[in-house]
């Protein structure tokens, strides 16, 4: 009779491998959005499927049937932009060299939110990833500015002519502003946020930009990452966050470091 060893192949744990590393992206990318609800979804489906063949419930097993049917149009058509982020990100590489923040921009960003937070003055400022942002810095006004808190500010004063819009910060540089950026198609956001909140929820599913808003009517400054949109309770929470992302090293979630770390 043949060993363990000899029917375990080298084959199978690069298969093991390649599958691991496949459900790990899906499940960082899904995470924290309505996406994963949706997957939860038809999870559920896939367990009533099962159960009519099992109680021999005809009717119900035909309906699965036809719903699996069209499956993968299904899910193109549900899925569609957490799939164009996946591809996005299986494009970029996985040796990027870092987005060129320092402790020094992130005081710069979080001074800026702050003053305008407490005059009530709305804002909308989106931190460059790995993913580049040119299309929507084409919609506004390249600005290549030194990245100060004084500058952010005037920029979304309201008697300045490009308050409207969103603010597009790359490598530690003010790179635009009054950039129009896409509106989120979730249909489960709070009513409460308006067309801003709804930008910054919108550009971050489409890229892994982080982007800070603040409302002008409830004077709240917010963090958005991968649609996700998290309320900051003071500055120094948002300033511990940003640095979290952008000073800590984090390797891209493609990057060897995050299977191979070092010690």
């Given at each position: 009779m043949a060993t363990f060893t000899e029917l375990f192949r080298w084959q199978d744990i690069l298969d093991i491998a390649i599958v691991a590393v496949i459900v790990h992206q899906i499940i960082s990318i899904v995470r924290g959005t309505r996406s994963l609800q949706m997957l939860v979804g038809i999870c559920v489906l896939i367990v009533v499927y099962f159960a009519a063949r099992v109680f021999e419930l005809a009717t119900l097993m035909w309906l699965m049937q036809t719903f699996f049917s069209s499956l993968l149009l299904i899910v193109i058509i549900v899925?569609?932009?957490?799939?164009?982020?996946?591809?996005?990100?299986?494009?970029?590489?996985?040796?990027?060299?870092?987005?060129?923040?320092?402790?020094k921009n992130i005081d710069e960003i979080v001074g800026a939110a702050k003053y305008l937070s407490k005059r009530k003055i709305g804002a909308l400022m989106v931190m460059e990833r790995d993913i580049a942002l040119s299309e929507y810095v084409e919609t506004g006004f390249v600005l290549d500015a030194s990245l100060t808190k004084e500058l952010l500010i005037a920029i979304f004063m309201p008697v300045s002519p490009l308050h409207d819009g969103g603010v597009i910060i790359d490598k530690g540089k003010i790179h635009s502003a009054a950039c129009i950026l896409p509106l989120t198609q979730n249909p489960y956001i709070n009513k409460r946020y308006g067309t801003r909140h709804r930008a910054a929820i919108g550009i971050s599913e489409e890229t892994d930009a982080v982007v800070i808003v603040v409302s002008e009517e409830t004077q709240e400054i917010s963090l958005v990452r991968h649609g996700a949109l998290t309320t900051m309770g003071d500055e120094m929470t948002l300033m511990n966050n940003l640095r979290a992302i952008f000073t800590s090293n984090q390797p891209s979630s493609l990057s060897w470091k995050n299977w191979f770390p070092i010690k």
């Open positions: 899925f569609q932009q957490d799939i164009r982020r996946a591809l996005t990100q299986v494009g970029r590489t996985p040796f990027h060299g870092g987005t060129g923040f320092v402790a």
